[in-house]
């Protein structure tokens, strides 16, 4: 079956620090991508996606390529701030027949301090 | 666009009690997910609609769990007869059949306490 696997957490950054949480996955088929964000006390937000290989995904300074050979897609920012404190989820859809469940991580918590 | 909401966004019952939730999606969009996530672990798929057919079901979900859609937009999740192993947070999520790859927006979730 499809499966994500994320670094455990929690990961301790002193502001500004560059960030990378690794995800890979193994798919039944051609999978897109994704990353996803959940706050203290928040539902989970769409950080970015990428559907094919060599894709870059990128928002509010987070980036992450699809790599195929490697079958991952690591989450990086290159300067965190206090406030990205969350937990972060990848997630992988595998089209079948019209159903598009999300396969997600066990998410990896990170905290940012001043 | 107002985004996917939940109700209620807790809920404390009894073991043994019937439960309902109810999720409302983006008004535009056409298929509709449950998930159900506990602690220290991502979500997990529960069940899919598009439109008010339910297309796939989980084998996580018992036949204690029900979910409806019946206009083909807001949804109900039934779980009766409690038990505290359903403990969690249920979300909801929603998604157009016309976005390539289909691309899942969230409600804030019902957490659920059986006590």
């Known amino acids: 079956g499809d499966s994500v696997t994320q670094m455990e957490g929690p990961v301790t950054l002193s502001e500004e620090a560059f960030l990378t949480i690794n995800c890979t996955y193994t798919?039944?088929?051609?999978?897109?991508l994704f990353w996803y964000v959940q706050y203290p006390g928040e539902g989970l937000q769409l950080l970015l996606k990428a559907t094919k290989a060599d894709d870059k995904g990128s928002n509010k300074g987070f980036e992450a390529t699809y790599r195929k050979e490697t079958t991952s897609f690591h989450l990086e920012k290159g300067s965190v701030q206090v406030s990205d404190s969350a937990v972060y989820f990848c997630a992988l859809i595998v089209v079948t027949g019209g159903g598009n469940k999300l396969t997600f991580g066990t998410g990896t918590q990170l905290k940012v301090e001043l | 666009d107002t985004g996917v909401s939940q109700n209620p966004r807790h809920k404390i019952t009894k073991r043994g009690q019937n439960v309902t939730f109810r999720c409302d999606p983006i008004?535009?969009?056409?298929?509709l997910y449950w998930y159900r996530q506990t602690l220290g672990q991502g979500p997990e798929f529960l069940t899919y609609f598009q439109n008010e057919a339910q297309l796939e079901k989980s084998r996580l979900l018992s036949d204690r769990f029900s979910a409806e859609r019946p206009k083909g937009s807001f949804s109900t999740l039934e779980i009766q007869r409690t038990e505290q192993g359903d403990s969690a947070m249920y979300l909801c999520?929603?998604?157009?059949?016309?976005?390539?790859?289909?691309?899942?927006?969230f409600g804030p979730g019902t957490r659920l306490t059986v006590l």
């Open positions: 798919a039944t088929g051609y999978p897109s």
């Open positions: 999520a929603s998604s157009s059949q016309r976005v390539v790859p289909d691309t899942q927006y």
């Open positions: 008004s535009e969009h056409n298929r």
